[in-house]
């Protein structure tokens, strides 16, 4: 296992290409790519919706002023060069002229302004892109294709904010027209343009054939090759291996683990393994509800997780055990802090329940206190094996006499029980590169929203105030070394894995590359070779 895990990891992973043993011939780029989608958002507007499966699509419907690269930099994208204040403060924004959105309006500082205003504008209810603003007090068009954007305060993750499709410019005329329908029109500046969007079933993109492409971005210019793409929300994993087998999908991500071996199998298929930097699937538990709320019973289920057992029997060969709050291949992560996860030890877990008075009933081996039981309510997504890691987590609480119960929600339904306090435990995973994804998860102004642990610490603040104004990586990166420090001495999440999604690919797609996130297809460059070569 350790020789197939040093395979798949051995470069990162942040940037995977593809390419068949069949080139492409000329004249395939009337072809069609059909991607397969795992999961159907709620909503799929990027300056509102938090969802990470909108990014796999509309990252071809939009540029973005900048781009992240596989070392960490940023490349100009709609943004041909930028300057910053000395009190990082005020940035400078020199925009690329000739651009046009799929509508015809003009690429320009006014449309950059009117889309960071939505985002910011609290009528628009976003839930992650306003977020990632940060600390945005308002833009400044100081000529048609210079924008000066103002912050309140320095907030170092911004340029990799203005990178990802969450913050990218949209077309202000298409804006004021479908106001809060505009996610079934979205208008960007990016190889695809949106056709049609059928929530839960499909989406439909086609080449934008006035695309100019955009130097050191993509391999070439130009419009892209595929003239048209078929986002199929294939939610059930049964249907999309079927898909891909029988040539009904292309691509298909989040293969199961135990399929994987099924599709290395294959000779007309690809096993693509990409390792996600970021939150990896981590359970949160809540500091304020009974019985999670106690730091000895949060340390006990800690130490009462076979997390290893889990990943082995769930994931296979394919993804590490987590040993912390970010993944390791994020650039923050701290390896010191993964001590305090490496231990599973059952027997010291039942020591420290008991010293918390809840100690077993002998005619039920399930621990009571005061006649209450030990209970732990999990809200369980069906998303990403979570259910399949709860019920082996089950067996092991329960031969700890902890009584885990499972509660499979949507994600809707997550979120409500969540308002209303009412979970201990609560799964997620978020792709970032930035460890200022840290502050959406474990800075008090987010409990109730997205701080799930609900934990809050004016010290775990400061640090993470800090860590969003300091400009040099190294004090950054041991900033965010602390928190993770103090996430694990609280024991706030309960690591599982490190998300690898593997993807299931036609040998006859050539050219496939994803983005710095590791989750987002770069399909301008991809090519079909014709059937049956």
């Not at 965010?480 to 998300?499: F, K, S, T």
Request: glycine share 8%; hydrophobic share 40%.
């Amino acid at each position: 296992m350790r020789e197939r895990l040093a395979s798949l990891f051995a470069s990162l992973l942040v940037l995977v290409v593809l390419s068949a043993c069949t080139p492409a011939p000329p004249g395939a780029s009337g072809s069609k790519l059909v991607y397969g989608l795992t999961l159907a958002p709620s909503g799929i507007d990027p300056h509102v919706d938090v969802s990470s499966e909108l990014g796999i699509p509309l990252t071809s419907v939009y540029d973005t002023l900048v781009f992240r690269d596989p070392q960490g930099g940023f490349l100009p994208m709609l943004a041909q060069s930028w300057d910053i204040s000395e009190d990082g403060t005020i940035y400078t924004f020199h925009l690329r002229e000739g651009i046009r959105f799929h509508d015809g309006t003009p690429f320009d500082a006014a449309a950059v302004k009117a889309t960071l205003d939505r985002i910011a504008d609290p009528e628009t209810k976003s839930r992650k892109a306003v977020l990632l603003l940060g600390p945005y007090r308002e833009s400044r068009a100081l000529d048609e294709h210079t924008i000066q954007v103002v912050l309140s305060e320095p907030f170092a993750p911004f340029l990799d904010s203005l990178s990802q499709v969450y913050l990218a410019p949209a077309s202000p005329a298409a804006l004021e027209q479908w106001g809060s329908e505009y996610q079934f029109h979205q208008v960007g500046t990016g190889p695809y343009m949106m056709k049609e969007y059928v929530p839960k079933d499909h989406l439909t993109l086609v080449r934008n054939p006035d695309y100019v492409g955009l130097p050191g971005i993509y391999g070439r210019e130009g419009p892209a090759e595929v003239s048209e793409i078929e986002f199929r929300f294939l939610v059930e994993p049964a249907v999309r291996l079927l898909a891909l087998e029988a040539g009904d999908a292309d691509v298909v991500g989040e293969i199961p683990p135990q399929d994987a071996p099924r599709v290395e199998a294959d000779a007309d298929l690809n096993l693509v393994p990409v390792a996600i930097p970021g939150l990896p699937l981590v359970g949160f538990l809540n500091t304020r509800r009974v019985p999670t709320d106690e730091p000895a019973v949060r340390q006990a289920l800690l130490l009462g997780s076979d997390r290893r057992s889990l990943v082995e029997n769930v994931f296979g060969p394919y993804s590490p055990v987590a040993e912390g709050v970010l993944s390791h291949n994020h650039g923050d992560f701290a390896p010191e802090s993964a001590e305090a996860y490496a231990r599973y030890d059952p027997t010291e877990a039942a020591r420290l329940l008991d010293e918390a008075g809840w100690v077993r009933d002998p005619s039920s081996e399930m621990r009571y206190r005061d006649g209450q039981p030990l209970r732990v309510e999990a809200y369980v997504m069906g998303w990403g094996l979570v259910p399949e890691v709860s019920q082996l987590l089950q067996a092991q609480w329960r031969d700890l006499g902890v009584d885990l119960v499972i509660n499979e929600v949507t994600f809707t339904a997550a979120l409500a029980a969540v308002g209303e306090n009412e979970h201990n435990l609560i799964f997620w995973s978020e792709p970032g590169t930035d460890g200022d994804l840290l502050r959406s998860f474990f800075h008090s102004e987010n409990v109730g929203l997205r701080n799930w642990s609900n934990f809050a610490s004016p010290e775990m603040d400061a640090l993470l105030e800090r860590a969003g104004r300091e400009s040099d990586p190294e004090a950054r990166r041991e900033l965010y070394g602390r928190v993770q420090a103090m996430i694990a001495e609280e024991a706030l999440v309960l690591p599982v894995r490190d998300y690898v999604n593997l993807n299931g690919v036609r040998d006859r797609v050539n050219g496939l590359t994803f983005d710095s996130r590791g989750w987002f297809p770069l399909l301008h460059d991809v090519t079909i070779a014709p059937a049956g070569r």
